[in-house]
């Protein structure tokens, strides 16, 4: 019997359409499941007459596969996949790969790249993002780890995964170790601040301009025409016009409590370690938190006033100024998240190629939008570039929406709507070209109360300096500093 191109474990969904996907396009997949059960399931199921071997055991699944051998875990992240590298390392040999492509946090895999190496074997912490859909049809993949290991992993990877309009892969590789899940992070960060800017143009469309599902469908078809076109805008427009067996409108059913895996947390908790300003992504993190105070939020509506949403203006023009705001929001997004890759490809030593990325995304995953297109564009132009909003495209784009945005956030505090990830992208943008900001002030307090130092204007960056503010502290300063 012909051995099997790749092995996979975990015949969850996801496993079970990546395994199809493999298959049609000519590979032969050998499977494994823990639940035994379930791999007889899907052989005489779903799999029926397909190239796929189905293994009662690891060991099993091992000697069905070619080498170097590739086995593939589509387990949950955490514990799981520890447990699974450990029983299937006794099976391999020097040279063989192991593939996580699951949602695991970064630092696992840098941990366990060192730990597979150590061994003799090779390791690849994959991101794979574009759901059950994408997972069936050409997921967008973020493979990173073992440099030697991509060369065998490559055809697999770039057969099954979604193609750009040109018909370039949305697979690359990242970089070294934990690369490919921290981009993986970052993009489900970023795909939190897309859909909460969403959801708050919803809002002040139903709540401030009184408008009905029909209506807000109509509007999010129009603008998937443009600029905005992508799967998020394109699923919104989808959700808006779905009603059930009984005619009911399926938005207004739903419980405004909204979930997390906690990928988006890991963003800006990631943010946060490295000093990078990710505000929207942390305020999209937040929302989902207040979503999930309902009661306390049923409570407060009782007892806690604001102003009436009532819009008297050109409700046509404020459209159009809500298309434009969530475009200029979305650009602070992606270079808030940008950013933040930088700041750890430095502190990782890792080599990201920013506009690959980008061409990753252009297909098969949540946050896929025209858009990013434009971003790669925008590293061809200049790779070193510290800041997308310095890119004379997003530069131009976000200077024509401006008022705009400004008119949306100012009617959004009017009303009395929260807008929490629209205006924290526009406060990013003023804070980003402030020559100036208050911090002098802060330095002042900081070195008031804790003798923390600060720089001067009119010296060399790297000197500090300490004033006794009260006469009575004296000439001793704390030893460390951090801007």
Known sequence: MAKADIGLIGLAVMGENL????????????????????????????????????????????????????????????????????????????????????????????????????????????????????????????????????????????????????????????????????????????????????????????????????????????????????????ITRDILACTDENGNEVIDLILDTAGQKGTGKWTAIEALNLGQPLTLIGEAVFARCLSALKEQRVAASKVLTGPKPEFTGDKKGFIDDLRQALYASKIVSYAQGYQLMRAAAAEHNWNLNYGGIALIWRGGCIIRSVFLGKIKEAFDRNPDMVNLLLDPFFKEAVEKAQPAWRRVVTTAVEMGIPMPAVSSALAFYDGYRCGRLPANLLQAQRDYFGAHTYERVDKPRGEFFHTNWTGRGGATAASTYIA
Not at 75 to 84: E, L, R, S, T, Y
Not at 95 to 115: A, L, Q
Not at 213 to 228: T, Y
């Open 19 to 234: 395994i199809l996907n493999m298959e049609s396009k000519g590979f032969t997949v050998a499977c494994f499941n823990r639940t035994v059960s379930k791999v007889d399931d899907f052989v005489n199921g779903r799999g029926k007459g397909k190239n796929i071997i189905g293994c009662k055991s690891i060991e099993e699944l091992a000697a069905n596969l070619k080498t170097p051998r590739k086995i593939m875990l589509m387990v949950k992240a955490g514990k799981p996949v520890d447990d699974f590298i450990d029983k299937i390392l006794p099976h391999l040999e020097d040279g063989d790969i192991i593939i996580d492509g699951g949602n695991s946090h970064f630092p696992d895999t840098i941990r366990r790249t060192e730990y597979v190496e150590s061994k003799g074997k090779l390791y690849i912490g994959t991101g794979v993002s574009g759901g059950e859909e994408g997972a069936l049809k050409g997921p967008s993949m973020m493979p990173g780890g073992s440099p030697k290991a991509w060369e065998h992993v490559k055809p697999i990877f770039q057969a099954i995964c979604a193609k750009t309009p040109d018909g370039s892969p949305c697979c690359e590789w990242v970089g070294e170790n934990g690369a490919g899940h921290f981009v993986k992070m970052t993009h489900n960060g970023i795909e939190y601040g897309d859909m909460q800017m969403i959801c708050e143009t919803y809002q002040m469309m139903k709540e401030g301009l009184g408008m009905s599902n029909k209506q807000m469908h109509d509007c999010f078809a129009e603008w998937n025409k443009g600029e905005l076109n992508s799967y998020l805008i394109e």
